[in-house]
């Protein structure tokens, strides 16, 4: 049977009820894992819910080359518990001297599946990353011919620009003019957050695609001031006004094909995040499934759910969906608050609250 013909047929594992809902075990195609102790005490969440995942390959030093993509996977497949058939799929971080030569070998050995696109200083671990477009245009000439992905960290680095903006400005600046000149260029707008990213993918949605975050459904820029700063709730992209937040939760239930997970969970220890300047990231990955569907079951959209988290980034990736299956019940849950790595902890995303779903059962 065809990738194609397995995205046409109706999954028969999939139902949904009043209390349940079953669905195509779900991939997140956005992670950070980081290393060392993090990595260990993350990566359990991640494949508690997830069969597949695309790391972020933001490291410090990042991972700029195939040895360095094919270490980090070794690390992380020894870090999996036990039991664990998750499978991590590598990234490259581009930068301005990425050789094209290397993104394609890499690409043909699958040691990565797209590169990673960050404008040099926009984000976490970001200072190596791409000072200029124009810069990299042969290795984005490459990878449009060989047909390999871009994911693009979708922000303006331009200090004259509001922070609220620089998402709407990259689109106008950068990406557009990029799409012009690489017309068969694969690109995945990464954490969309903003009405002109879901209008920009669904107008290009042929080659292009955008993946959604559990928080950027749930919080607006107001959440961050509600009752004084909260840090825990500070990420990149920030989020914005709630006519996004709108847009965006209309277009991750709409079942359009350009739409799926990516949670960006992003770990940081307290003390980075409660801090003079605070880190940019929210650890998600213990709660992303118990958000996402608790989003659909509110837009009434239980129906489109394993389209969102199991079968639209996988067929924009070009491989099989998952096999096994993972049930969801509306029945309260609770995740622990906090995860403790060393002698710090990482603050879990709606830990500690009652959530309106649960994980009830994963079948391999």
Not at 216 to 222: F, G, P
Not at 223 to 243: D, I
Not at 358 to 363: F, Q, R, T, Y
């Amino acid at each position: 049977m065809s990738v194609h013909r397995l995205f046409d047929t109706v999954s028969a594992a999939s139902r949904a009820s009043n209390c349940a809902v079953t669905i195509r075990r779900p991939d997140d195609w956005h992670i950070h894992l980081r290393d060392g102790e993090t990595l260990k005490a993350v990566l359990p969440f991640t494949t508690a819910q997830f069969a597949r995942g695309i790391i972020m390959p933001n490291l410090v030093p990042p991972v700029t080359t195939t040895q360095a993509a094919a270490a980090y996977r070794d690390r992380i497949l020894a870090a999996r518990p036990e039991g664990s058939d998750f499978t991590p799929f590598m990234t490259c971080y581009l930068t301005d001297e990425t050789s094209s030569d290397d993104i394609e070998r890499g690409f043909q050995e699958r040691i990565w599946i797209a590169a990673k696109l960050y404008p040099a200083g926009a984000t976490t671990n970001s200072s190596h990353g791409v000072t200029s477009l124009k810069r990299i245009s042969s290795v984005l000439e490459r990878m449009e011919r060989i047909g390999m992905p871009v994911l693009i960290h979708g922000e303006t680095i331009d200090p004259q620009v509001d922070i609220f903006d620089r998402e709407a400005i990259f689109i106008e600046r950068d990406l557009l003019p990029l799409m012009a000149r690489h017309q068969g260029l694969r690109i995945v707008l990464e954490h969309a957050t903003t009405t002109e990213s879901v209008d920009v993918v669904r107008a290009n949605a042929a080659r292009m695609a955008a993946t959604i975050t559990p928080h950027h459904l749930i919080i607006n820029r107001t959440s961050l001031f509600q009752g004084g700063l909260r840090p825990h709730l500070y990420c990149l992209p920030v989020a914005k006004h709630e006519r996004h937040r709108l847009a965006l939760r209309r277009a991750a239930t709409s079942g359009d094909r350009c739409f799926f997970i990516g949670t960006d969970t992003a770990p940081h220890i307290r003390s980075r995040k409660e801090a003079t300047c605070c880190a940019a990231g929210i650890f998600s990955g213990a709660t992303a499934l118990q958000t996402y569907v608790q989003v659909f079951d509110e837009e009434e959209a239980l129906d489109r759910f394993e389209a969102f988290a199991s079968l639209n980034g996988a067929r924009f990736h070009g491989i099989p969906p998952n096999t096994g299956t993972i049930t969801l019940e509306r029945k309260p849950s609770r995740v622990i608050a906090e995860v403790g790595v060393e002698d710090e902890e990482i603050i879990v995303f709606r830990g500690g609250e009652s959530l309106p779903w649960s994980i009830s059962g994963v079948s391999p």
